[in-house]
């Protein structure tokens, strides 16, 4: 699956050290990259269908994963918002049939006269989309005299376990570091889970209400050696392999993960660069040469005894140019583990993290 292999090399490229905790949204970026690439014509879009894949079959995917599952049984409703908006200075066209494929329209900010308010408006829109998890996207500084135009995805689930941990039973107990054990607050649940353990990993999915999945990969090993021997093929089969439910016993830490990153230099080391020169070809977007400038991003997510709780928001900067009940089986995540959400159906993810000091 392309968006699985985008997300591996992404991953690796954003967190090159195997050594820290990070959290990013495949889908926000997938989102905002793929818009961009339906924009894009000549080399600029054969480079981000090289990194994404056919970004018309990838659109499909992001819509699908746009909207959960009906809750049942009286389930407590989850909630997913998402957001494609292109903020356009005033003096630049853009074609309708562009305008047409963003939820969140096309809308104004004057960039050129006051870059300042741009900012203001524009992280207030993020702010309400995320549920104000993410205040403030786009840091001071981040248009300049030349931006002209930004296109923003903005991302904002929470959900509940559909079984959920126990409550009270949450205890402090160690989390084996590359730095050492530190004492982290350990979540606990009896429940029959899907399991496996192949191929070196162990793989526990944690159902949550609307199709959305949490599935926790715990190497046997060091994780940065298991981690890096993964390929999309693979991480694929993975995911396919926690099918049968057993029961467990499952201590799981409580997370609190966040992530802001300049994804500019991370996606043009993976082949997508004539997007950031005056080669440039956006001419879908509109009639007027474009560029892009940055790509700024940031992803929080928060996992407790109820269910998780998850926000991104990306914004491509562009200036001018010409995711039998048996004895349970004791399963402790108390080591470093990748930690992915994703929608059951499409198999999008919403968000990657790797976790190696919870603390």
Not at 224 to 252: V, Y
Not at 260 to 272: D, H, K, N, P, Y
Not at 279 to 307: C, F, N, T, W, Y
Request: proline letters at 6%; glycine letters at 8%; one cysteine or more.
């Amino acid at each position: 699956m392309a968006h699985l292999d985008f997300s591996l090399a992404l991953h690796r490229a954003l967190a090159a050290d195997p050594a820290t905790s990070v959290c990013w949204s495949p889908f926000s970026v997938a989102s905002a990259l793929g818009l961009l690439g339906e924009g894009a014509r000549g080399q600029t879009r054969a480079e981000l269908v090289e990194l994404l894949g056919d970004v018309d079959a990838l659109g499909v995917d992001l819509a699908g994963a746009s909207e959960l599952d009906a809750p049942t049984h009286g389930q407590e409703e989850p909630v997913i918002a998402v957001t494609n908006t292109l903020w356009v200075d005033a003096s630049v066209p853009v074609h309708d049939e562009f305008a047409q494929r963003l939820s969140g329209g096309v809308r104004n900010a004057p960039f050129k006269a006051d870059p300042e308010k741009s900012r203001q408006v524009i992280n207030a829109d993020v702010a309400e989309t995320t549920r104000r998890l993410i205040p403030e996207l786009l840091p001071p500084g981040s248009i300049t005299g030349d931006t002209v135009s930004s296109l923003v995805n903005a991302l904002y689930l929470k959900t509940a376990w559909r079984f959920r941990f126990t409550e009270g039973a949450t205890e402090d107990r160690p989390f084996h570091t590359p730095g050492g054990s530190v004492p982290v607050p350990m979540m606990l649940q009896q429940q029959r889970l899907p399991y496996a353990a192949v191929e070196g990993w162990q793989v526990i999915s944690l159902p949550a209400v609307g199709g959305v999945e949490a599935v926790v990969l715990m190497p046997d090993g060091d994780l940065a050696e298991a981690e890096a021997a993964l390929t999309g093929k693979s991480l694929r089969r993975l995911l396919d392999t926690a099918s049968t439910a057993r029961e467990l016993r499952l201590r799981l830490p409580r997370l609190s993960l966040r992530t802001q990153a300049e994804l500019a230099e991370v996606v043009s080391g993976l082949g997508v660069r004539t997007v950031f020169g005056d080669q440039s070809d956006l001419s879908g977007i509109s009639p007027d040469g474009l560029a892009v400038q940055r790509i700024i991003h940031e992803s929080v997510l928060k996992i407790d005894e109820d269910g998780l709780e998850g926000a991104a928001a990306t914004a491509v900067m562009m200036r001018a140019v010409s995711f039998v009940v048996s004895d349970p089986l004791e399963v402790t995540v108390d080591r470093p583990f990748l930690l992915l959400v994703r929608n059951c159906r499409t198999g999008v993810l919403y968000f990657t993290a790797r976790v190696t000091d919870p603390s």
